[in-house]
């Protein structure tokens, strides 16, 4: 089973920093691609960012390029977003993703962790 946990999300001003970081499970984490997606209120939930399997190659929304950046470690089946000089527009939810098979057998599965709020607002 596909496991997905974030944390670091919390309350900042605008201008500040916030490091959210998601612990995978249940597939093998160095093979597959990871995503940031966020949900604010009333909207529909979009991609923030990706990274590739070892972290080649990286993607950003234009709206947070220059200021996040996606990375990972697969030692520690960890994948993190540093979100720097945040605005009141960053504010939502942010869910960690993945589109992986689970135990790495079969059809993959579109699988997200929980969701950690995030809001910046003075």
């Known amino acids: 089973q596909v496991q997905l946990v974030e944390s670091g999300g919390g309350l900042v001003q605008p201008g500040g920093s916030l490091n959210l970081s998601c612990a995978a499970s249940?597939?093998?984490?160095?093979?597959?691609?990871m995503n940031w997606y966020r949900q604010a209120p009333g909207k529909e939930r979009g991609l923030v960012a990706r990274i590739t399997s070892i972290g080649v190659s990286t993607y950003y929304a234009d709206s947070v390029k220059g200021r996040f950046i996606i990375s990972r470690d697969n030692a520690k089946n960890t994948v993190y977003l540093q979100m720097n000089s945040l605005k009141p527009e960053d504010t939502a939810v942010y869910y960690c993703?993945?589109?992986?098979?689970?135990?790495?057998?079969?059809?993959?599965?579109?699988?997200w962790g929980q969701g950690t709020q995030v809001t910046v607002s003075s």
């Open positions: 249940g597939f093998t984490f160095s093979r597959y691609a």
């Open positions: 993703h993945a589109n992986v098979p689970p135990g790495d057998y079969g059809p993959r599965v579109s699988s």
